[in-house]
């Protein structure tokens, strides 16, 4: 007779983000923050690791006339960061190239 109660059990392994790629929930999370003032930055979590993020930076840059970088959060993994409200832009910018369906776009903020 073996203990098994006392090996390690990891309750959230399966909440882990997958090995075939970094979406954990398979949703493109698109994010308004508040900086100083009435300035704001826009973040894009949730692509796939396939692409290649500082391009897509480089073309939302030009597209969209602002400012944007990319950010290794902890938790997240790496995140898109643009200046200003760029919500609308950035969705249907999305869609329209490809990197994502409409219904993978979760939009939040005020």
């Known amino acids: 007779m073996s203990i ?4 390690t059990f990891d309750p959230f392994a399966d ?3 997958g090995a075939d790629d970094d979406v954990q929930d398979g949703l493109v999370h ?3 923050q508040q900086r100083n003032g009435r ?3 826009t973040t894009v979590q949730g692509l796939s690791s396939e692409y290649d993020l500082k ?10 006339a602002c400012n944007g970088t990319v950010i ?6 790496e995140v898109l ?6 919500r609308e832009n950035i969705c249907q910018w ?9 219904e993978q776009l979760k939009v939040h903020g005020f």
């Open 30 to 32: 698109i994010r308004i």
């Open 39 to 41: 300035k704001t930055l």
């Open 94 to 102: 999305l869609t329209k190239a490809g990197l994502a369906k409409p």
């Open 4 to 7: 098994q109660n006392l090996n």
């Open 55 to 64: 391009k897509i930076v480089r073309a939302c840059k030009k597209e969209f």
């Open 15 to 17: 909440a882990i983000k």
């Open 81 to 86: 960061q643009l200046q200003g409200d760029q």
């Open 72 to 77: 290794e959060h902890p938790e997240y993994g």
